[in-house]
């Protein structure tokens, strides 16, 4: 619940030494490198400057069953026997390109063995000082899928190269392990392998299947699926992937102004001290005017505000709650708004205690 006044017309200093982020086939700031393959147009590799060789690969594919049945009496494992298109790639271009922010686009087709199945665009961003990188997939002329949608789909294919990491999910916001071989996942899945995490930022994509202990399929385009166009993203190491993955999710909000700038460029209304601790809702508490005020001469009054918040990594966290102004009296209530118990308060500052996974609402009066 922050700002950052830009201003449109100033410049970068001219002795910045930054490099651009953009060069040739590779996006690099300063955290990590993505490179993107200049024959399929897929990213090749995404590797770390706090771990050595590649993380994390990532591909645009239709999954095709097989069509030759097993012997007689001979089990095969569907894994073993289905295949999937591979990329070819009729441009990578650099499409932007700063100091601040660079982007690489592919366009090309899904082919099988020669046989043109889909059209792509795919769009991988990456902005100074971030460690999310940014992908918007576009598919356009597609063969349909078959009606088995577990079987039969278009799918950001992800691969890993440590077999034994532990993959987690995304379940309302905390962080669960799984070990199912499909799963739901909306918001992230991270890739742990004891020395690093890589977070898989679903954008709201639901359905994932693994494929092998190392390869993962997040289902973009089944039977009867009418969107086209999906974006999502993947983490190096982030501190929590709850916050991240609702970042991605939710849009800026931008406002423009001709008055002159705030005496400081850039602050906050509310802040929660704990990185593993999001808010889901704020509302401000408003006072009706009494019934016999004459209309349009007591307006309503915000007094006071309710913020819902939530615990996502399932451990007990001791938190301050911030706001912009000096809080009266706070309570915790349940979702039917009774009061469950009186809160500290000391100034602009609200003291709680979270068990693991708690979700607590909180109502604040201002002095």
Known sequence: MGFAWVDSEGSPPAT?????????????NELFEVTISPTAGSIQSVRSFSQRGNQLSQQIAFRLPNQSPAAPGVWQAPDETD???????????????????GEIVSRGVLVHEDRRLAGFRQSVQVWSLSNVVRIDV???????????????????????????????????????QTTAGRFEAPEYIEIDNGSGRVSLLTGGLPYHRRSGSRMLDSLLVVRGETARRFVFGIGIDLPQSATAAIELLTPDTVRYETIAPPTSTSGWFFHVGSKNVVATHWQPIVAEPP???????????????????????????????????????????????????????????ITLDFAAHEWIEVEAMWS
């Not at 295949?83 to 100091?99: F, G, H, K, L, P």
């Not at 088995?148 to 990491?165: C, G, I, K, V």
């Not at 709650?321 to 979702?335: E, H, K, N, T």
């Open 16 to 28: 910045s030494k930054a490099k651009p982020i953009a060069q040739d086939n590779v996006l690099r």
């Open 83 to 101: 295949s999937y298109t591979t990329m070819r790639a009729d441009s990578v271009e650099i499409t932007a390109n700063s100091t601040v922010f």
């Open 138 to 176: 576009e598919l356009e002329d597609i063969e349909e899928p078959r009606a088995d949608p577990w079987n039969s789909y278009y799918a950001a294919r992800f691969a890993w190269p440590d077999e034994t990491a532990e993959l987690w999910r995304g379940v309302s916001l905390a962080r669960q």
């Open 291 to 349: 019934s016999d005020a004459p209309a349009g001469e007591s307006p309503r009054a915000i007094t006071g505000f309710r913020a819902r918040l939530l615990e996502t990594a399932g451990r007990p966290s001791h938190v301050q709650l911030r706001a912009f102004r000096p809080v009266a009296v706070a309570r915790q209530v349940d979702f039917l708004g009774q009061v469950l118990v009186q809160l500290p308060v000391e100034s602009d500052m």
